[in-house]
C-alpha cells in the first residue's frame, strides 16, 4: 500500500507550460500539495492556502516571510510549519523575536 499526498510540482527552472499545467492542477483542487521552490512561489496569487511546510528556511527572513505568507490570508487561519536543523537556529530566533 502507498501512502501519500498527490501534489505537483512547481520549481522557476521547469517549462512555462509544465508550470501553468501544475498549477492549473493545483488551484483546480486536483492536487492537494505543492512542491515549489523560492522562485516557484514568488508572484502568484492562489486563494485558500491553509498550510505552507518549509523544508529547509531561506537564508533571508523576509523570503521566510513572503513564503508563509501564503497561507491565513485576511480572514482565514493558516499553519506553517518548519523544518529546522542546527544550522537554522539563528534564523528562527529572527522569526520569533518578530
Do not use: C
Not at 22 to 46: A, M, Q, Y
Not at 47 to 57: F, S
Not at 59 to 81: E, F, Q, S, W, Y
Amino acid at each position: 500500500m502507498k501512502l501519500g499526498v498527490a501534489h505537483a510540482v512547481y520549481r522557476g527552472e521547469m517549462d512555462w507550460i509544465e508550470q501553468r499545467t501544475n498549477l492549473k492542477r493545483f488551484r483546480d483542487g486536483e492536487v492537494l500539495g505543492r512542491l515549489t521552490t523560492d522562485p516557484g512561489g514568488r508572484g502568484l496569487h492562489i486563494a485558500r492556502v491553509g498550510r505552507v511546510i518549509n523544508v529547509y528556511l531561506p537564508r533571508d527572513i523576509d523570503k521566510d516571510r513572503h513564503r508563509v505568507g501564503r497561507t491565513a490570508r485576511p480572514g482565514r487561519n493558516g499553519l506553517v510549519v518548519h523544518l529546522v536543523t542546527g544550522r537554522d537556529q539563528s534564523l528562527m530566533k529572527e522569526i520569533k523575536r518578530l
